[in-house]
């Protein structure tokens, strides 16, 4: 199954936070949201990073709740590795094992146009093997 086919069913939008918004705003952000992970962009969706509950997480363990004043550019991870609609779950599933990350944003001509988390990979991944043993039961009963 391809990206372009997870993001049909489930949408492409996409929650972002500004670098200069607070921890503090990501935070009430993520819990809102009920998501993990939040795309940092700066003009035009430009993707300039990515902020998990995780860098949160490791910011309050070293700073303590001073973390949460601080901007999200400051915790975030820079590096972002992304996807396009083209792209496998086979792919994502390979990038987020060897990355150890459960968030892959998508872009297209350059600009944001979703975001798969890892949970998105195990449902269709789900899916896909429900539908392959309904096949095979199929052709058994009938064989
Ligand atoms: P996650 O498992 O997605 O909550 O993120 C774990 C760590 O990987 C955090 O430090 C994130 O900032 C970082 N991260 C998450 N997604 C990506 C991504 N697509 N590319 C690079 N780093 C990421």
Redesign the pocket.
């Known amino acids: 199954m391809t990206v372009k086919a997870v993001l049909a069913r489930k949408g492409t939008n996409v929650t972002t936070v500004d670098p200069t918004a607070s921890v503090a705003a990501a935070v009430k952000l993520l819990g809102e949201q009920r998501i993990?992970?939040l795309v940092v962009t700066g003009p035009e969706q430009h993707i300039v990073g990515?902020?998990?509950?995780?860098?949160i997480v490791?910011a309050l363990s070293v700073h303590g709740a001073e973390a949460l004043d601080r901007p999200v550019s400051e915790m975030?991870?820079r590096?972002?590795?992304?996807c396009n609609e083209r792209d496998t779950l086979h792919d994502l599933m390979e990038r987020m094992t060897a990355?150890?990350?459960?968030?892959?944003?998508v872009v297209e001509q350059g600009k944001l146009a979703g975001i798969i988390s890892i949970g998105d990979v195990v449902k269709s991944r789900v899916e896909e093997m429900e539908h392959d043993t309904q096949v095979l039961q199929d052709y058994i009963r009938t064989a």
């Open positions: 993990g992970a990515i902020l998990s509950e995780r860098d490791r975030m991870t590096k972002v590795v992304t990355g150890k990350f459960r968030h892959v944003p």
